[in-house]
Nanobody, 121 residues
Framework: QVQLVESGGGLVQPGGSLRLSCAASGTIFSINVMGWYRQAPGKQRELVAQ???????NYADSVRGRFTISRDNAKNTVYLQMNSLKPEDTAVYYC???????????????WGQGTQVTVSS
């Protein structure tokens, strides 16, 4: 079983910055993709950014150029640096990974519990 623990959310003024962190722990053979989704009230969960083991990244159009995703494979940790935050970035941010708990097991999707990001003056 893989557990994801997020940290770094909070309240920030428009134009400000936050850095989210997410550490994976438990029985882990390998992790392919790690990323962040978000869900605002009354909206569907959407992809924010993701990064593969080798480094290629993918961003939602709404955050490209403002957010940066990075990863420390040795620590099984993914980060999301969020700059120039806007009120529309307000949401619960969920960490995600696609991981194999064992060499003999297929890959599964795992989710964190979510961390609130609020952008408001």
């Amino acid at each position: 079983q893989v557990q994801l623990v997020e940290s770094g959310g909070g309240l920030v003024q428009p134009g400000g910055s936050l850095r989210l962190s997410c550490a994976a722990s438990g029985t882990i053979f390998s992790i392919n993709v790690m990323g962040w989704y978000r869900q605002a009230p009354g909206k569907q969960r959407e992809l924010v950014a993701q990064i593969t083991t080798g480094g290629p990244t993918n961003y939602a159009d709404s955050v490209r150029g403002r957010f940066t995703i990075s990863r420390d494979n040795a620590k099984n940790t993914v980060y999301l640096q969020m700059n120039s935050l806007k009120p529309e970035d307000t949401a619960v941010y969920y960490c995600y990974c696609n991981a194999r708990p064992l060499d003999s097991a297929p890959a599964y999707a795992y989710w964190g519990q979510g961390t609130q990001v609020t952008v408001s003056s």
